[in-house]
Each structure stands twice: as structure tokens, then as C-alpha cells.
């Protein structure tokens, strides 16, 4: 059984790597539960304040990564409906079947939407950057987290390898 939830927890680790570039999963909430898992292990003695101070950490950052690409359009000079534009291309880019769609879809959504919304071409593109920067800016925050947990993971197994194996 500690094998078993060992392996999961691993799995869901990488799997929360994954979600870190595919907004389809949530990277870091995902890789916290493999945390659980691992600590659900009955050989795994529980420990409290490393699950909450994981979970807090993993709550703000899936909180700014929603918020980030968002604050990227506004503080290039986006609006409101640039920065709706912004999530609606996010969502479009996901499922659209062209390379790079969740790259090329909040970019062009947040253009679309500084357009609709009277601005000139070039405020509206300088707004489409600042969602781009954003998206990156909070994928790369998601992954270095999700990263940080699989490498206490990791840390937690050598720890417990004699009780585990």
C-alpha cells in the first residue's frame, strides 16, 4: 500500500508539472494533492505544518495565476475588455486546434478586446503583449512551485526510503 501511494503521489507530482504549461489541469493544487497522497501513506508519519504551509503557498499562487495575465493587460494600458479578451483567448487558444493556441489566444483576445473597445491599434497591441507577458509570467511562477514540491517530495521519500521500501 506504501508503494502504491508513493507512486501515485509521484505521479500526480509530474502531472502537476505538467499543468503548469497546460491551463487545462492546475498545476499546483494538483501537485499539493500528491502531496497528501505521499503523507496518506501509513508508514508516512502525518506532518501538519508542512501540508498547511504547502497549502497556503499552493492557494496563492493558484490565485495569481489567474490574476497575473489579467494584471499583465492592465498595467500595459489594457481596459477592462482587453483584459476580458485576454481570458476568452486563454479559453479559445485551449481549444482550438492550432500549435501554440493557448500562447496565440490570449494575445489575440486581448487585442480583440482593446479594438472592440476603441483603442488604437497600437495601444491595443501593447495591451495584447502585457496579457502574453502575463501568461508566461504566471506559467513560470506555477512551475517553479510545482518544481519546489516535487523536489520536497523527493526529499520526503529519501527520508522515509527505509520505511517505504
Known amino acids: ?10 505521479v500526480l507530482l509530474i502531472v502537476g508539472i505538467l499543468g503548469s504549461f497546460l491551463p487545462v489541469l492546475p498545476g499546483v493544487p494538483v501537485s499539493w494533492l ?8 501509513p508508514s508516512i508519519e502525518m506532518n501538519y505544518w508542512f501540508l498547511g504551509i504547502t497549502l497556503i503557498i499552493a492557494i496563492v499562487i493558484f490565485i495569481l495565476n489567474l490574476a497575473v495575465p489579467a494584471m499583465g493587460t492592465k498595467k500595459y494600458g489594457g481596459s477592462r475588455s482587453g483584459m476580458i479578451g485576454a481570458t476568452i483567448g486563454l ?5 482550438a486546434p492550432i ?3 493557448i500562447l496565440i489566444g490570449p494575445f489575440i483576445g486581448a487585442f480583440v478586446g482593446e ?11 501593447r ?3 502585457g496579457s502574453f507577458l502575463g501568461l508566461v509570467a504566471s506559467s513560470v511562477m506555477e512551475f517553479l512551485v510545482s518544481l519546489a514540491f516535487l ?3 523527493i526529499y ?10
Not at 500500500?1 to 509521484?10: E, N, Q, R, S, Y
Not at 479559453?91 to 481549444?95: A, F, K, R, S
Not at 520526503?156 to 521500501?165: C, D, Q, T
Open 115 to 125: 479594438i472592440v473597445n476603441k483603442s488604437n491599434s497600437k495601444s491595443a497591441l
Open 1 to 10: 500500500m506504501d508503494i502504491f501511494l508513493v507512486l501515485l503521489a509521484g
Open 34 to 41: 500528491g502531496l497528501i497522497v505521499f503523507f496518506l501513506a
Open 156 to 165: 520526503k521519500v529519501w527520508e522515509f526510503k527505509e520505511v517505504i521500501f
Open 127 to 129: 495591451a495584447a503583449y
Open 151 to 153: 523536489i520536497l517530495y
Open 99 to 101: 500549435p501554440f493556441g
Open 91 to 95: 479559453v479559445v487558444g485551449l481549444i
